[in-house]
T-cell receptor, first 112, second 117 residues
């Protein structure tokens, strides 16, 4: 079955540590996205990528970094510069402008 | 940029009652509209979408929504809810006017639907 796989499902970060969240898709989609979800705030866009080796900042990119070396993969790094990283992180992909986004099951990040 | 307003953060309703979840958006340019559902600790699942054509859109699980361009609204309805419909629902808008960003979705803050027996 085609879909989006996010790992791990739960992740803990120590103060001052960088952590990387994985997102892999086998839908052959060109566009991929990272969102952050906090209670009562909906989804906020962190980064998105239209094609391989290209990505753009979203609304809340500070303290995060991404790479898009392969079409299937769009990992997100939460750096130590992100002072409030505790949240639910969702990865999504879409084939083109007119099609809706497909979502992974998310990674919940917590601070130790 | 678009803004999306979901007017109710919580909607409690009894089983088999009808429900309407409201969504308004800001832009008057050409838009695509979506409703997603999220169950606890899961990702978002597409309920329905409006891209063009008929303003009444039918989705999965018996849900439907009506696009009203003059009121910039896209309210979600179900004539008879089940306990299994308890979840959070998100309205999303994609702005396809001039200068828009590829596939950029703007989300509302969500409406928690709770269905009581």
């Amino acid at each position: 079955d085609g879909g989006i796989t996010q790992s791990p499902k739960y992740l803990f970060r120590k103060e001052g540590q960088n952590v990387t969240l994985s997102c892999e898709q086998n839908l052959n989609h060109d566009a991929m996205y990272w969102y952050r979800q906090d209670p009562g705030q909906g989804l906020r866009l962190i980064y998105y990528s239209q094609i391989v080796n290209d990505f753009q900042k979203g609304d809340i990119a500070e303290g995060y970094s991404v790479s898009r070396e392969k079409k299937e993969s769009f990992p997100l790094t939460v750096t130590s510069a992100q002072k409030n990283p505790t949240a639910f992180y969702l990865c999504a992909s879409s084939i083109d402008l007119s099609q809706p986004q497909h979502f992974g099951d998310g990674t919940r990040l917590s601070i130790l | 940029a678009q803004s999306v307003t979901q007017l109710d953060s919580q909607v409690p309703v009894f089983e088999e009652a009808p429900v309407e979840l409201r969504c308004n958006y800001s832009s008057s340019v050409s838009v695509y509209l979506f409703w997603y559902v999220q169950y606890p600790n899961q990702g978002l699942q597409l309920l329905l979408k409006y891209l063009s054509g008929s303003t009444l859109v039918k989705g999965i699980n018996g849900f439907e929504a009506e696009f009203n361009k003059s009121q910039t609204s896209f309210h979600l309805r179900k004539p008879s809810v089940h306990i299994s419909d308890t979840a959070e629902y998100f309205c999303a808008v994609s702005d396809h006017g001039r200068g828009s960003t590829l596939g950029r979705l703007y989300f509302g803050r969500g409406t928690q639907l709770t269905v009581w027996p």
